[in-house]
Every structure is written in structure tokens, then in C-alpha cells.
């Protein structure tokens, strides 16, 4: 297999695409995008990357993030964790109250904002905020093995200024006992983790250590490496989740600024960044290139 041409292959079929998708708009520094760009980036287990594209351009990972938390959360609480927050996939939009409510303030999973805010809650367990940021770059940069990344402030205050529905989960939370910290400090942490920065090659650095096996970083256990892709599998895409388990076959979790992480167990650790989004809130075009390389590399969890 020729996954150097395969990948080459992609980034010219995706800058001809007609259909972009349309750029996040509720996060005004999300609005400013130019959704033209796209970049792919795959490390395989061997150790080679292939890019093409906009590979080496930062962008918003914004829910991205929720899979570095969780690990960092698992690490800190364990199994514990899950009193808190669900396992199923919600079937609602990634910003939805509506489970909350009959569910009694445990949310479905920790992928949807609701359960997002649950584990950013769990990590931040009366520290000051600035201090669990710091624990969070720590993370994702051991991760990437590079110190370069960042969060941008900009987008953070963009999304402090805008933030109302993630807020109104914060302190529905907190009306069912399900919240620790004020909510305004675990909303403020939550908008700073998912405006961290990173491009393509550094996110596909970062999610090795998803890939498990003997090549990949060892951060978490074997055990909850299976445990992250089973969730990224059926809740990675928001209520698209099924869409992308069926289209693609891998574990993958989505970002509003177009990225998505996907790993190919024991494999590869794929990420595609394109900003402009399908009606689910998932990158049109990254959901489309890692349909293409799943499907020209044979690449599937499912055989
Ligand atoms: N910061 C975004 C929000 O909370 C993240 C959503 C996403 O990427 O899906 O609305």
C-alpha cells in the first residue's frame, strides 16, 4: 500500500471539493476561519508520517480536548468517574439540555458538553483554574511530544462572551448535585481547554498513545486505551456518531473548528482539520477524507 500517494491523492481531491460545509458561527473568533483550508496528517505505528494539505496550520481543537481530559480524569479518579457521567451515546445536538433534565443531571456521556463539563469539573476539584490548564497543556504536550502548543485567548474569550447554553449546563449541574466547583470556574477552564491550538501533525502526535500496542506512548493503560476508542467510537461525532462509525469504521472525536481525531488500533493515529462543518457539527471534509482513507487502506475496526 502506497500511503504516501494515497494521502497526496486526498488533499487533491479535497481542495477540489465543491461542498465545504459551513464554519462555526456561535464562537465569533471560530466566525473569522477561512474555510478553504484542509490538512490531513497520519503516523503509523512503524513511526512515518504522511501529510498533505494544510497539515502545519493551527487550528481550534475545541471538543477534540474532551479526549485528553478524559484520560487525565481516568488517571486521577478512575472508575469513579463514571457515578458521574454516562457511557451511551446521546442521539441529541452536542450542546442539548434536554437529557439533563429527565436524566437527573447525570449526562449521557462525556463527549456532549454537558458530561464534557462533568470531567473538566472532576479535573479542576478546587484547584485554581489557571493550575488545571496547565495540568491539561501538560498532558496533551507529553502527549505530542512538543511543547509548542498553546491556548489561544482569543477564542477563549470569545466563547466566555458567548458561552450562555454551556454555562445554563453548568449550573443545571449544579441544581442536581453533579458540579463541585462555582460554575463559572469550571465553564471558564472548559472554554480555555478546547481553545488550545494545535495542527494537524501535532494532534496526530498527540493521539499515539490511543493507538495501543507496543509502539505507541504508554499514558494510560492498555485497558482504558480500549476503554477512550469504545467511547470515541459511539460517541466521538455528537448524534452523527453512528453516520461516522458506519462511514468510516474508526474510533474519532470531532471539534466545532473542524478538526477530528482518528485512531486505527494498533495502526495509525489520523487527524484532518477542515473548518467548515455538516449538519451534525462535524467537519464536512474531514469526515469525507477519512472516509476515503479508510476506505483505500482498508483501514476498520470491523474487519
Ligand atoms: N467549545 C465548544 C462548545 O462548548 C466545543 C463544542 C465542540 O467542539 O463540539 O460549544
Known amino acids: 500500500m502506497d500511503l504516501a500517494a494515497i494521502v497526496q491523492q486526498i488533499g487533491y481531491d479535497m481542495a477540489a471539493a465543491p461542498h465545504r460545509g459551513v464554519v462555526a458561527d456561535y464562537i465569533p473568533e471560530l466566525k473569522r ?29 475545541q471538543s477534540v480536548s474532551k479526549v485528553f481530559t478524559l484520560a487525565l480524569a481516568l488517571g486521577r479518579m478512575g472508575d469513579q468517574l463514571w457515578t458521574r457521567v454516562g457511557r451511551e451515546p446521546s442521539g441529541h445536538a452536542f450542546n442539548s439540555i434536554l ?13 456532549i458538553n454537558a458530561g ?33 502548543i498553546h491556548i489561544n485567548p482569543d477564542v ?11 454555562r445554563a449546563l453548568a449550573h443545571f449541574l449544579l441544581a442536581n448535585a453533579n458540579l463541585i466547583n462555582p460554575p463559572e470556574l469550571t465553564c471558564g477552564t472548559y472554554f480555555h481547554q478546547c481553545a488550545i491550538e494545535m495542527t494537524c501533525l501535532q494532534l496526530a502526535q498527540a493521539g499515539r498513545f490511543l493507538m495501543g500496542g507496543p509502539n505507541a506512548p504508554r499514558l494510560v493503560s492498555p485497558e482504558r486505551v480500549r476503554r477512550l476508542n469504545a467511547l470515541m467510537m459511539t460517541c466521538g461525532h455528537y448524534d452523527g456518531s453512528g453516520e461516522f462509525a458506519f462511514r468510516v469504521g474508526l474510533p474519532g472525536k470531532s471539534g466545532v473548528g473542524g478538526g477530528i481525531l482518528a485512531i486505527v488500533p494498533g495502526r495509525a493515529s489520523i487527524a484532518v482539520w477542515s ?6 457539527g462535524n467537519s464536512q471534509l474531514g469526515t469525507l477524507a477519512i472516509e476515503h482513507l479508510a476506505r483505500a487502506t482498508g483501514w476498520s475496526v470491523f474487519g
Open 99 to 111: 437529557q439533563l433534565e429527565t436524566e437527573h443531571g447525570i449526562p449521557r456521556n462525556p463527549f
Open 33 to 61: 476561519v477561512d474555510p478553504s483550508q484542509f490538512g490531513l496528517a497520519v503516523m503509523t505505528a512503524d513511526g512515518q508520517t504522511y501529510h498533505c494539505g494544510d497539515a502545519d496550520v493551527r487550528f481550534s481543537i
Open 156 to 166: 477563549a474569550q470569545s466563547e466566555e462572551q458567548t458561552g450562555h447554553r454551556n
Open 275 to 280: 473548518p467548515g462543518l455538516n449538519e451534525r
Open 116 to 148: 464534557a463539563l462533568v470531567v473538566t469539573d472532576a479535573i479542576l476539584a478546587g484547584h485554581p483554574p489557571r493550575e488545571t490548564l496547565g495540568e491539561i497543556l501538560r498532558f496533551v504536550r507529553a502527549a505530542a511530544g512538543d511543547d509548542n
